[in-house]
């Protein structure tokens, strides 16, 4: 597996399964249904709102660990001995 794939995956899979447990944790107690908006029942979807939200949960876990990983990378090349 090239080098570069390897660092995406150990950054999105956690992200994932972080992702999936915040969506877990907030809609256990947060029904999609019961959104008011100043007021105005939106009613949406449910399948609609648990996808964006997951996304954007996924999202959000994911740029942290990009970031992270980031901050944390080594600024040698691979082959350089210290």
Same mark, same amino acid.
């Given at each position: ?6 660092? #995406?995956?150990?950054?999105? #899979?956690?992200? &994932? +399964?972080?992702?999936?447990? $915040? !969506? $877990? =944790?907030? &809609? ?8 008011? +908006? &100043?007021?105005?029942? /939106? %009613?949406? %979807?449910?399948?609609? =709102?648990?996808?964006?939200? &997951? /996304? $954007?949960? #996924? $999202? ?6 990009? =970031? ?12 350089? !001995?210290?």
């Amino acid at each position: 597996m090239p080098r570069t794939a390897r660092q #995406w995956i150990t950054v999105l #899979w956690p992200a &994932f +399964l972080a992702a999936s447990a $915040l !969506e $877990l =944790v907030v &809609f256990a107690g947060f029904d999609p249904q019961d959104v008011n +908006l &100043f007021g105005l029942s /939106l %009613e949406p %979807e449910r399948a609609a =709102v648990y996808s964006i939200t &997951f /996304l $954007l949960f #996924w $999202l959000i876990c994911a740029a942290a660990g990009v =970031v992270t990983r980031t901050m944390s990378a080594d600024d040698r090349p691979s082959g350089d !001995e210290p």
